[in-house]
């Protein structure tokens, strides 16, 4: 049983901490969906064990509230959110999503969307060559092109990359970019690099420790 309601065959699969969702995140999405429209677009947000024990965050609301906040932009724009790693449907391998995505949820086709920053990781992923030769990869050139960041083994699918050059004021903010623009009060930043949701959010908890 899906985590989710599937509409269509085909999804495009966003992973990430989303800590806390920016308009970079829905920007993607937004793209990658208009380049496949016949598509589902499903966020796909890391457990919070991995944001502690990996990225080192402590329990905070952002942490506790960045999945609500990512349910809520996603309903707005038409976005899915799979709660398959968070619940520990999958264990957050990313062959082993896919296969829960295909198997389990009914999906024919997969596309995985993500920045040029991830590539040449790939082949060290759990099962990377049958992750890079089994599926389609839509990739964001971020502060990197194709030619930086292909190796070998992308090299050798090199028909299966999408490379996709987009404005970097769109597609190019971290949520690092936000935690620290948060933490130096600077709300105008903020408001920037959020949508209007999260940076409601976001005001609201400074005003709160700032009253």
């Not at 699969?13 to 999405?29: C, E, S």
């Not at 707005?76 to 896919?98: C, M, P, Q, W």
């Not at 935690?179 to 903020?190: F, I, P, Q, T, Y």
């Amino acid at each position: 049983m899906s985590d989710f309601l599937k509409e269509h065959d085909s999804a495009i699969l966003i992973f990430g901490t989303f800590n806390p969702v920016t308009t970079a995140h829905v920007n993607i999405g937004l793209k990658a969906g208009e380049m496949i429209p016949d598509s589902d677009v499903i966020y796909v947000p890391a457990k919070d064990e991995f944001l502690r024990s990996w990225k080192g965050f402590r329990e905070d609301s952002i942490v506790r509230e960045r999945v609500a906040l990512l349910e809520k932009i996603a309903k707005r724009y038409g976005f899915k959110v799979s709660h398959a790693e968070l619940d520990g449907i999958v264990d957050g391998k990313t062959v082993n999503t896919i296969e829960y995505m295909k198997n389990t949820v009914g999906y024919s086709d997969i596309i995985l969307c993500m920045g040029t920053d991830k590539v040449g990781e790939l082949g060290i992923w759990y099962k990377g060559e049958e992750l890079v030769s089994r599926n389609k990869f839509i990739i964001f050139e971020r502060g990197a092109t194709a030619d930086d960041v292909m190796d070998d083994l992308t090299r050798r699918y090199k028909d299966n990359f999408t490379f996709v050059k987009e404005d970097p004021k769109y597609i190019d903010i971290s949520a690092t970019e936000v935690r620290n623009a948060l933490s130096e009060g600077d709300l105008a930043k903020v408001r920037a690099l959020v949508p209007d949701e999260v940076y409601e959010f976001l005001a609201d908890k400074a005003d709160k420790r700032h009253p």
